[in-house]
């Protein structure tokens, strides 16, 4: 009984109870342990293998391994083009931190560093579209959709239109505050000494130096999520900086120097627009391949445009590939092991010849520094009366100096800096005496209306004209403002009606009142439309040339100022000469530019550029194709020179355009023999078929004058119309060839019969030169001014020297090829490119031998060709385009006259006449036959020019 009753005591708890418990808690376990050990069963035994397999699929990471580019060379063997070994400094972010602030002071030390150790600006890849000018302000060096596509990017946005509209009206300056933010970089212009100890910061930083270590982050950055490829800190450093990094290697966790290679160029200016260059590709050319592109990652180098764009599938070399595996966060854990090996691309064989392309260029630089001289005159323009035709435009003296500004030669923003020169500081502080004026003057004209405005005199109403264009190009007058011309009233008048009428921005005033009355928001406008000038560099440089025009900025000063910023030494022999006055400033820059020390592309005046191409007409081969102003590819090519670029697309002569096959211009004269071969194979006239002259014809509305005014009197046979290139003859031909049997004229037919024959010439063919063209016009309007190769006609110099290769062989003409052949790297020919017969013309011989003897005769019977030492045809062309611009100058040619060699077509825009370029034609024919000593067709020097301004 006492058990009993102790047992049942309720201090004890009930066994009974807590047994089944357990035993349900050990059944679920052992459950649990069954699944488990059934699931690793199926995955180790029964699945391994494929888990295995899938496992290292996931972290085995391809790399691509850069195959070498092909070289390029010239039809005579002569290296163009080819690969040279470089040093890159490369960096992956491969430490590990405590902390998120650990890491970026160290890496901001080691971009630091890295930077230290280059000691080159220009070698560090770019990756941030932002530049810090002297005074450490940040500007865009993008626009447009570039520049939102890199804010996208930054922000995180995978479309443009994502981006809130605080985030794309970010300032350069507001960017980087937030790149070097908490947030972001954390990059400070000062640290502590144990921040300088710890990761070799510097105690402080200048903007510039902050602007590079952000430009690295960020670089990184875009590897985030691929940290087994390094970012390319700085490409083709030099030996030092390589040695250097080496050196501190073991101190600069993730920073490598690997062997590359670059491309360089030795093609000089000549070539430049042939050949092209080669950059990485971007993400709009990758995109653009799709997605079945297996040949290109983003890392590839392809050519950008030229020859090195155009045979890119023979020059770029097979990328191998190397494989290894890396963590889950993208750390590699392996050494990488090669699976197929890199390759070299085929070479590729120009039918150029470089000697010839080199005297080419040098002929047309020197031809047109001639004409410039020839046409440049020691009076300023407001004081030269308006020219009565093309052929009278002359260069004043103030615009010779003013191009020395607008070209940017003289680089103004540097007479603003910290640095500037005694001389510098004096024309810029009269510069600011003058723009303060001149602001002031705008500012008083703004109620200046009839007789007041007129009053204001033709340079402040252009400064008046100049702050409503921007305002325009501005958007903040919309399309439509104002229904009237400001002229009539005033400007004042103009703005205010312009706002009653809802056509300006108002949300761009400086103006904080909800409402606004129309005179007040008037007053906003004029002080709104004055300050945007004001910092406008336009603006600045209508103020320099002002300057220049009235004086206050004297031509000696303006050549000083070449000295003061290095365009020209102070070594030259004529620096003393010009400072003690022994030369006058206007002999001094005539001697520069006839010296060539001054280009004719630096003054980008008109003339200042020209083209040239010479074929084989026996089989289409282009053996030079000259444009110039050429530029130094080696400054684009691998890591692009921005700043140069920039140069590049700022220049008014525009060097990256190829003028030989793709300026359009009209042929003038040069056309002649297609009229004169559509007259005599149409039968509306004989070999022997004569025409009066009298200097005008007058059968059709409004006449058409001869270009030689008192007229040339009886012109004897087609071949003497050619030899004299006489406008009535060759209006007379196409008037038969429009006229019916009653002896009326129709314009459409007339015009008809030219265009049949200018196809079947070819000229409304491209060639097919492989860099590309543009597309020629066969004219379509205006019958009688274009059997004289006036009317609607437009053709490059390639097109016109493919006509005149086909004019040269009588009848052959042939798709134009400037590519020979393909080689491997053993020098085995993989490919040959014989250019192939486009039509061939099928006309009596005689109507090619009457053109051959009338371009003979012309050869003979020009001054500048007459003692040329080889029997040879010509024809010469002069082509009017503006009547503010002086005319186009052209020459077609070949020779020998019997199986000709090469056939030649040249033109100088804006060259003023034929006259002015015929001295080219005959150089390229002395050089080529060797017909004069080299040396004496290149003196460079500028050539003399004619002052026979015949307009042929």
Not at 552 to 557: N, R
Request: some cysteine.
């Amino acid at each position: 009984m006492r058990h009993s009753h102790l047992f049942k005591n309720k201090s004890f708890p009930d066994i009974s109870f807590q047994i089944p418990r357990l035993l349900i808690l050990g059944m679920f376990f052992g459950f649990l342990l069954t699944v488990l050990i059934v699931r690793l069963y199926h995955l180790q035994i029964m699945e391994g293998e494929a888990s295995q397999e899938e496992f290292i699929s996931s972290i085995m990471k391809t790399q691509r391994l850069p195959g070498n580019r092909g070289n390029i060379y010239d039809r005579n063997g002569t290296l163009l083009a080819s690969n040279r070994l470089s040093y890159n400094i490369t960096l992956e972010d491969s430490g590990t931190y405590k902390n998120q602030k650990e890491k970026q002071k160290a890496l901001n030390g080691i971009a630091y560093q890295l930077i230290r150790l280059v000691g080159d600006d220009d070698k560090l890849n770019l990756s941030l579209p932002i530049t810090a000018d002297e005074e450490g302000n940040y500007e865009y060096t993008a626009d447009g959709w570039k520049l939102s596509r890199f804010k996208a990017d930054l922000y995180g946005k995978s479309q443009v239109t994502d981006l809130t509209q605080e985030q794309s009206q970010k300032t350069a300056g507001e960017l980087m505050e937030d790149l070097c933010g908490k947030k972001k970089f954390m990059i400070d212009s000062s640290y502590s000494e144990d921040d300088q100890k710890q990761y070799g910061l510097p105690a402080s930083m200048s903007p510039k130096e902050i602007l590079q270590v952000a430009n690295i982050r960020y670089g990184l950055s875009l590897n985030s999520y691929r940290k087994y490829l390094p970012y390319l800190v700085a490409s083709d450093v030099s030996d030092k900086a390589m040695v250097g990094v080496m050196e501190q290697k073991h101190s600069l966790q993730g920073v490598d120097v690997e062997n590359s290679s670059i491309r360089v160029y030795y093609g000089g200016e000549s070539m430049s627009s042939i050949l092209g260059y080669t950059g990485g590709i971007s993400a709009e050319e990758l995109d653009a391949l799709g997605e079945n592109n297996d040949i290109y990652s983003n890392q590839s180098v392809i050519g950008k445009s030229g020859i090195e764009k155009a045979m890119e599938e023979w020059l770029r070399g097979k990328d191998g590939t190397q494989q290894f595996y890396t963590d889950v966060v993208g750390n590699p854990k392996t050494e990488p092991v090669i699976t197929s090996s890199p390759g070299t691309g085929e070479n590729v064989y120009l039918t150029l010849d470089k000697g010839l392309q080199d005297a080419v260029y040098q002929m047309l630089k020197q031809q047109i520094a001639g004409i410039l001289l020839a046409n440049m005159v020691e009076t300023r323009r407001a004081e030269m009366p308006k020219a009565a035709d093309a052929s009278q435009i002359r260069i004043s003296s103030d615009e010779v100096y003013y191009a020395l500004i607008q070209n940017h030669v003289i680089d103004t923003e540097r007479l603003k800096g910290e640095n500037a020169s005694e001389l510098e500081k004096r024309v810029y502080e009269a510069f600011k005496q003058k723009k303060e004026t001149v602001t002031g003057q705008i500012s008083g004209a703004f109620d200046a209306t009839g007789a007041a405005y007129q009053a204001l005199g033709p340079e402040i109403q252009g400064y008046l004209d100049f702050l409503v264009s921007q305002a325009r190009k501005d958007q903040f007058l919309l399309n439509g403002s104002g229904t009237w011309d400001w002229k009539e009233k005033s400007l004042r008048q103009y703005l205010t009606e312009s706002i009653a009428a809802g056509q300006m921005d108002l949300s761009r005033l400086d103006n904080n009142e909800k409402y606004t009355e129309i005179q007040d928001a008037e007053r906003l406008a004029e002080d709104k439309m004055l300050k945007d000038i004001a910092e406008n560099r336009e603006f600045e440089e209508k103020i320099y040339q002002a300057m220049i025009g009235e004086g206050s900025l004297s031509g000696k000063e303006t050549e000083e100022l070449l000295y003061e910023q290095g365009v020209l030494s102070k070594n030259d022999p004529d620096y003393p000469l010009l400072m003690n006055g022994q030369l006058s400033a206007w002999q001094f820059i005539r001697r520069k530019i006839g010296n060539l020390e001054i280009t004719p592309a630096q003054l980008a005046l008109n003339p200042c550029s020209g083209s040239a191409v010479v074929v084989n007409p026996q089989n289409g081969e282009v053996i030079a194709c000259v444009s110039y102003p050429g530029y130094d590819n080696n400054r684009l090519a691998n890591q692009m020179d921005t700043s140069y670029y920039q140069q590049l697309e700022q220049d008014l002569s525009l060097p990256l355009f190829n003028r030989a096959t793709s300026q359009l211009t009209a042929p003038g004269s040069t056309f002649k023999p297609v009229t004169v071969i559509a007259g005599l194979t149409e039968g509306v006239i004989q070999t022997d078929t004569s025409v009066l002259c009298t200097g005008t014809f007058d059968k059709v509305e409004p006449p058409l004058r001869c270009w030689k005014r008192a007229g040339h009197g009886v012109i004897s046979s087609s071949a003497d119309a050619l030899k004299n290139s006489c406008n009535v003859y060759l209006s007379e031909i196409t008037y038969r060839l429009g006229s019916g049997a009653d002896g009326s004229f129709s314009e459409d037919k007339g015009l008809n019969n030219l265009i049949k024959y200018a196809k079947l010439l070819d000229l409304d063919k491209n060639t097919g030169i492989e860099i590309g063209e543009a597309k020629p016009h066969v004219t379509d309007q205006f019958a009688i001014p274009s059997s004289i190769g006036q009317g609607t006609h437009n053709y490059t110099t390639s097109q016109i020297a493919r006509y005149t290769a086909t004019l040269a062989n009588h009848g052959q003409s042939y798709q134009l090829s400037m590519v020979g052949k393909i080689t491997d790297s053993n020098g085995t020919v993989v490919k040959s490119f014989t250019p192939s017969l486009s039509s061939s013309v099928d006309l009596p011989e005689f109507v090619w031998n009457d053109v051959a003897k009338g371009m003979n005769e012309l050869v003979k019977s020009n001054a500048t060709l007459k003692d040329l030492k080889i029997d040879a045809a010509a024809k010469t062309g002069t082509a009017e385009e503006s009547k503010t611009k002086p005319n186009h100058g052209l020459f077609i040619g070949y020779a020998p006259l019997v199986n000709p060699q090469i056939a030649i077509t040249v033109r100088i825009a804006n060259g003023y006449s034929s006259g002015n370029v015929v001295g080219v034609g005959k150089g390229i024919f002395n050089y080529y036959f060797h017909l004069e000593d080299t040396d004496q067709i290149l003196t460079g020097k500028a050539s003399g020019v004619s002052n026979n301004l015949r307009t042929d």
